[in-house]
């Protein structure tokens, strides 16, 4: 407390500062509980982005916002609010909500975290207007800059467990089936692939969407992921569990807001920044690569298998599938390197036997799976949920 204020317990007043406003004991006592409030709710979302997200940018923003407000706080020369403090006799200590001593899982503490901040923050802002109008347009910046760390927490936690992380992608195009697309489609599907990409680069927009729609039915009807190459216009309108984009593309964030929370949305990447970018946007996972030379499609650069490397060493959360020229024969180098999901076109499509080959390369990534640590794998399936 300033030497310029003084405290009078029996009067039940504080003067903060000489000619300030009088703050009393009851504004004393609501200011140290949603200081604490928001203390400890920006240290849960701290953190759960540093353990659960690995997301080193969203826990220093939640530790600069702490920092801050803290300095903000002391400006005010509210030192001894603390010893307004009544625990024994707060009446609020004993009221609960019905189900606020359960939680489901980390990410509803965190949601209960950043409800409580943006609550708490309000409050501070109404009670610095009692001291300080500077302090409290401070404190209310903050208060608009934890909507936005809301949104971007909200965002990386919900795709947690979207994308298995083992999984067979099937890329699917016409012109490389060696079977009619359509028998191709069934029989991957009944070879256990967990995606399957709509890949038609020249098909008109009536046709596509037609196309799509038939995509789309018989994942569903397989409770496998349905994903739409490039188009998301194709992709809402036939229903589809999301879509693919390249670094040309729509960008991811632009896509986001059109599809909402619940669409998955791929970015295909060949470098971490890239994938960094991809995370911060609100991608669902990315497509790693190029792995290895590809007719597929032509890649001036070769990502190769040391960029699986390089994304585990980087923590990224979101879910890694390999892509470009892979088949039997290159695909234990990727899985030495812990790769668990790879996306597949010619391999498969093209083959006399796309049912056949798509169980052994399940059955290669299900082995190397059944070898990584039981956490590495435990995300569950969403399966048909999106489709």
Not at 146 to 170: D, F, N, W
Not at 310 to 319: H, N, T
Request: a positive charge; aromatic letters at 2%.
């Amino acid at each position: 407390m300033s030497n310029q204020g003084a405290s009078d317990k029996r009067g039940g007043k504080v003067k903060i500062l000489a000619g300030a406003a009088v703050m009393d004991k009851s504004a004393m006592r609501m200011l140290d509980a949603n200081f604490n409030r928001v203390r400890e709710a920006l240290r849960t979302m701290e953190d759960f982005c540093r353990f659960v997200l690995n997301d080193g940018a969203l826990s220093g923003d939640c530790k600069s916002l702490r920092h801050e407000l803290c300095a903000h706080i002391a400006s005010l020369g509210t030192g001894d609010a603390v010893l307004w403090r009544d625990t024994p006799g707060d009446v609020g200590v004993t009221i609960k909500a019905g189900d606020e001593r359960v939680r489901q899982s980390t990410q509803h503490v965190v949601t209960a975290a950043t409800r409580r901040l943006t609550e708490a923050l309000r409050v501070l802002e109404e009670l610095a207007k009692l001291q300080s109008p500077a302090v409290a347009a401070h404190i209310e910046s903050l208060r608009y800059r934890s909507y936005t760390l809301e949104q971007a927490i909200e965002r990386q936690a919900r795709q947690l467990h979207k994308m298995p992380p083992v999984g067979l992608h099937i890329l699917l195009t016409e012109s490389l089936c060696r079977r009619p697309w359509r028998e191709t489609l069934t029989a991957i599907l009944e070879g256990g692939a967990d995606v399957v990409q709509l890949r038609e680069k020249h098909l008109s927009d009536g046709e596509l969407l037609i196309r799509a729609k038939m995509v789309v039915e018989e994942c569903r009807r397989f409770g496998r992921v349905s994903i739409i190459n490039d188009r998301m216009d194709i992709a809402l309108a036939a229903g589809a569990s999301g879509v693919h984009l390249g670094q040309d593309d729509l960008p991811c964030q632009q896509a986001r807001k059109l599809a909402g929370a619940e669409m998955l949305i791929g970015v295909s990447t060949e470098n971490v920044q890239q994938a960094a970018a991809a995370a911060r946007d609100g991608a669902s996972y990315i497509g790693a690569g190029p792995m290895f030379t590809t007719t597929t499609k032509h890649k001036p650069r070769l990502a190769g298998p040391a960029y699986i490397k390089e994304l585990r060493q980087a923590e990224l959360i979101l879910p890694a599938v390999a892509i470009g020229g892979i088949n039997m024969e290159n695909l234990p180098e990727l899985l030495a390197e812990g790769v668990q999901a790879i996306a597949v076109s010619s391999a498969v499509i093209s083959s006399d036997q796309p049912t056949m080959v798509c169980k052994q390369l399940r059955g290669m990534l299900a082995g190397a799976a059944a070898r990584q640590p039981v956490s590495a794998i435990e995300p569950p399936r969403h399966g048909a949920t999106h489709a």
